[in-house]
């Protein structure tokens, strides 16, 4: 129960941080998908991840916080954060390439939905 618990606190958290994002910075995805398996660790795959900027705020922000979703066909969800510098325009994250839970059969990715956010200097 408490697990659930926690769970829902952090999708609500990161409900509200999206929400801010999107009113507060014109930084839109434009494209995320799986690039194929990772060559150093054969049970990951490697989800690619890019995003646009708008002009305006280019010299105004400081880093990317880029939080990916992966959603498994066994209904789990694994979250990953990761910081990028402020001249990139994509990043790549490595993901269990299958959800393997309790002896139960071996999920693979069914949905991936990524995010960005970034802090504007003054």
Not at 28 to 44: H, M, N, Q
Not at 57 to 81: C, K
Not at 86 to 98: D, G, M, N, Y
């Amino acid at each position: 129960m408490f697990r659930k618990i926690r769970f829902l606190v952090l999708v609500l958290m990161i409900f509200l941080a999206v929400n801010q994002a999107i009113a507060s910075t014109p930084v839109e995805v434009t494209d995320v998908k799986e690039v194929g398996l990772s060559d150093s660790y054969e049970t990951k795959s490697v989800i690619e991840i890019k995003w646009k900027v708008n002009p305006s705020l280019q010299p105004n922000h400081s880093i990317f916080n880029v939080t990916l979703e992966v959603v498994y066909a066994d209904g789990a969800i694994l979250i990953f954060d990761e910081q990028v510098e402020k001249q990139a325009r994509s990043t790549q994250i490595e993901v269990p390439a299958l959800h393997i839970f309790r002896g139960k059969k071996p999920a693979i990715i069914k949905q991936i939905k990524a995010f960005i956010t970034t802090e504007i200097l003054d």
